[in-house]
């Protein structure tokens, strides 16, 4: 009976042990929980591509007092700052106490998800249907998409320079969209085959219309031109204008509550807009830190980072460059240097959670689950660790230690089972600019897919680690 008590005391000391962030937390915190995440589904239901995200991040900042730097006068500790780079990626800026040349803690999410776009000559009419043909972005389950309600976003731009925005299919009133599929009466052939052919990308076609115009002599394509006279009469644009547009299909309708206790949020988009939001709320919460805080929400993760509203653009550096031109004497091109090599950052992304239903895919020791907090992941990437950065030891400790000290639940997620397959996320940029950076973002289910599943508990934590990272004085 000692003997046994010794060994629990023992297994108590040294042994590593998680914890359901929902028990950690208990009841007296539960309404606090789901008080957040009804936030963050009214977020996710109107915010659903890197346009209208940045858009509200930008309301949301000059709403609580952020400002240009052509505004301010003078850069004082305690300025509050946007960049917008481009209305599709943004920086906010809280100036510490100590100079940015010393450093900054830096919390980057992305903006983008994956989605269709469409094509640059999208509307043809066949069998007595009009359709947008599509391009995906990102890494999709092709299969995934037909048959279900689609919203249209984006902007077209006119011959004039007008912008014209469009969200169609969002309102109880409003028409959606969708992707036809085989019926299995008739679909042997497609059945055979894999999962990744079953649904070719040249068949993500969207349906948009039936109606002819009136009959007139032999007039050909008579849906596709009804079409056209009702986006002219409606929005003004007309079939040329869509080669000057960001239209994308995304999953119509709003983020839910799942599940009987209501836990989990679904909907479409939480990757990465989960951290997106649980940063932004975390950093408006901030008090006049030590270290500058940056809260930066890129674009184009999905597809690589590449181009300039990517986190491979100049646009960190060239905030960071600004920042200190207007804060010292000089710019030497060396302290633009010292703040970035100094910087420590979190990148603020979504990781896969342990699938109850496909367990193999996953080291079950190692994988994040469901409910456990905020999932650090020391490095991404596949094949060996390939394409990632790895965030150091003595910067997850110095992470972990600090969660740990605000009773803030934390798990250790790594993507899947050696050799399953991998990801990256922008960790790895941020690194090249020569940040401390480690992966911490909330674990979900069906990542990618048209309808994401997260827990409001780690939803919650995300929000309370973002907040302590900034703000902690080490
Ligand atoms: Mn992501
Ligand atoms: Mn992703």
Redesign the pocket.
Known sequence: MKENNEAEKLLDQLAFKTESAWERWGEDQREKIFNFADGYKKFLSRAKTERETNKYIIAEAKDRGFVTLDEISSLNPGAKLYFDNRGRSSALVILGRKPICEGFRLVGSHIDS?RLDLKARPLYEDEGLALFKTQYY?GIKKYQWPVQPLALHGVVVLANGQSIDICIGEGPEDPVFCISDLLPHLASEQLGKKAKDAVAGEALNVIVGNLPYPKNNDLKERVKLAVLKLLYDTYGFTEEDLVSADLVAVPAGAARDVGFDRSLVGGYGQ??RVCVYASLRGFFDLTLPKHTAICFFADR??VGSMGNTGARSQFLANVVAELINRTDVVTPELKVRQALARAEALSADVNAAMDPSYPQVSDKRNAARLGYGISLTKYTGGRGKSGASEASAEFMGQVRTLLNKHDIPWQTGDLGKVDEGGGGTIAQFLADLGMDVLDAGVPILS??SPFELASKADIYAAYKAYKVFWQSEV
């Open positions: 994956p990102g990757d990465d993760e999905e990542m990618h």
